[in-house]
Antibody
Framework: QVQLRESGPGLLKPSETLSLTCTVSGSSITSGQYWGWIRQPPGKGLEWIGGIYPTETPYYKPSLKSRLTISVGASKKQFSLRLRSVTAADTAVYYC??????????WGQGTMVVVSS | QSALTQPASVSGSPGQSITISCTGTSSDIALFNYVSWYQQHPGTAPKLLIFDVNKRPSGGSYRFSGSKSGSAASLAISGLQAEDEADYYCSSYSSGNSWLFGGGTRLTVL
């Protein structure tokens, strides 16, 4: 059974870089599957921010493309997100999720990230 | 790349049926049969209910069903139960290798 778990700092200051890791258990990050990041600001809806097929160039939400990097770890058990120059607008619960057959079928539990001075 | 449009809230009584709509455009729902629906209870991660417009994941409840017409999709819930009270999100694959989500619909079981 595939499980995902996000990890990373819960609190950042404006202008810092957010780094999150999603650890995959029960499977490896293989080609043919898409691994994505979705976030949810407090009290608001879900927002796809980007994702990656292991053998392809990552895909990013256009409005975040200049600040965002998504990559797969060498072990094929982790993929990560780096979001530069964060502001309060980046405060959200960040989820990693597996996408197979064009749907996000497995989600991590989510990790809360707060950007505050 | 705008979010898909959902009603902010719907309500129904136990045993009744309700429908939640999701409106997109010619670049997403109308173009691809990759509409999904998710249920989210407070403080938890979204749970997949429907994928590919009208397919249920293994073990999914038959009380949930999906459909699509043109650039709009719908989620129907029959035999409402108290535990169905939650937020519901639609999602669609979109041109440019991206995914869109709806703003979410809060379902209240009266």
């Amino acid at each position: 059974q595939v499980q995902l778990r996000e990890s990373g700092p819960g609190l950042l200051k404006p202008s810092e870089t957010l780094s999150l890791t999603c650890t995959v258990s029960g499977s490896s990050i293989t080609s043919g599957q898409y691994w994505g990041w979705i976030r949810q600001p407090p009290g608001k809806g879900l927002e796809w921010i980007g994702g990656i097929y292991p053998t392809e160039t990552p895909y990013y939400k256009p409005s975040l493309k200049s600040r965002l990097t998504i990559s797969v770890g060498a072990s094929k058990k982790q993929f990560s997100l780096r979001l530069r120059s964060v502001t309060a607008a980046d405060t959200a619960v960040y989820y990693c999720a597996k996408n197979e057959h064009n749907t996000f079928d497995i989600w991590g539990q989510g990790t809360m990230v707060v950007v505050s001075s | 790349q705008s979010a898909l449009t959902q009603p902010a809230s719907v309500s129904g009584s136990p045993g009744q049926s309700i429908t939640i709509s999701c409106t997109g455009t010619s670049s997403d729902i109308a173009l691809f049969n990759y509409v999904s629906w998710y249920q989210q209870h407070p403080g938890t991660a979204p749970k997949l209910l429907i994928f590919d417009v009208n397919k249920r994941p293994s073990g999914g409840s038959y009380r949930f069903s999906g459909s699509k017409s043109g650039s709009a999709a719908s989620l129907a819930i029959s035999g409402l139960q108290a535990e169905d009270e939650a937020d519901y999100y639609c999602s669609s694959y979109s041109s440019g290798n991206s995914w869109l989500f709806g703003g979410g619909t809060r379902l209240t079981v009266l």
